[in-house]
């Protein structure tokens, strides 16, 4: 049985950058470029009549920018969300909290996070996110700041974690996000990573990574050492 290929659209006014990520993409196993477009109105009706699975969508495009387009196709009350993991060169805070605001499940930085394209991809079409480490310390701060106005009190108590599964994520608290960050702050394998994770999710309840580091954060692990 021949494994379900992860479709993949790529939105971006920089025309080399499209075909350099899609050059990139192509020669990787289980994933498919379903597209390339240049806009946030294009994207919007390209993912859906291509049936993407994940969308690489550029903040800032002439004709209709990525977070529009984040927001029609991931935003609150959508049906049948799609996957969208914003690539862009800017770091500013408002940008990382609008784009996740606006429904989007990873952000990543144009350069910096390259290496870390095909596991955002991956970890986005089975239902995680992906952060930059160059911003996650800021994330982290924002859903600091948004427990102290208010903590959920039906969240799972971290007795339900082992020990290493705690440890991971602390270090997600503390900006390790990639399985290969995770992995060397750990000093364990990826592999190890990947078992923890999962088993801390299903513990937890919850779907990506960005909830666990959430998570994390209400039972204050965001403090002390990673």
């Given at each position: ?6 479709r ?13 990520v ?12 379903v ?67 606006s ?32 911003v ?54 990826v ?36």
């Amino acid at each position: 049985m021949t494994a379900r290929q992860t479709r993949v659209l790529i939105a971006d006014d920089n025309r080399a950058y499209r075909k350099g990520v899609r050059m990139r993409l192509d020669q990787v196993s289980g994933i498919t470029v379903v597209g390339e477009v240049s806009n946030g109105a294009d994207a919007t009706m390209a993912a859906r009549s291509e049936r993407a699975d994940v969308v690489l969508m550029d903040l800032h495009m002439p004709g209709g920018d990525g977070l529009e387009a984040t927001r029609a196709l991931a935003g609150p009350g959508v049906p049948d969300p799609v996957a969208i993991i914003v690539v862009t060169s800017h770091s500013a805070d408002r940008f990382v909290f609008e784009a996740l605001d606006s429904g989007a499940v990873g952000y990543l930085l144009k350069g910096h996070d390259t290496p870390q394209l095909v596991e955002a991809i991956r970890a986005a079409a089975a239902g995680a996110g992906l952060v930059s480490s160059q911003v996650t310390p800021s994330v982290i701060r924002e859903l600091a700041r948004r427990r102290d106005r208010g903590a959920p009190t039906d969240l799972p108590a971290l007795s339900v974690l082992t020990g290493a599964e705690v440890a991971v994520v602390r270090a997600l608290c503390h900006g390790s996000t990639s399985n290969v960050a995770l992995s060397d702050a750990l000093h364990v394998s990826v592999n190890t990573v990947r078992s923890q994770l999962a088993s801390a999710l299903k513990k937890t309840g919850l779907s990506d990574r960005t909830q666990l580091a959430l998570w994390g954060v209400h039972q204050g692990l965001h403090h002390g050492e990673a």
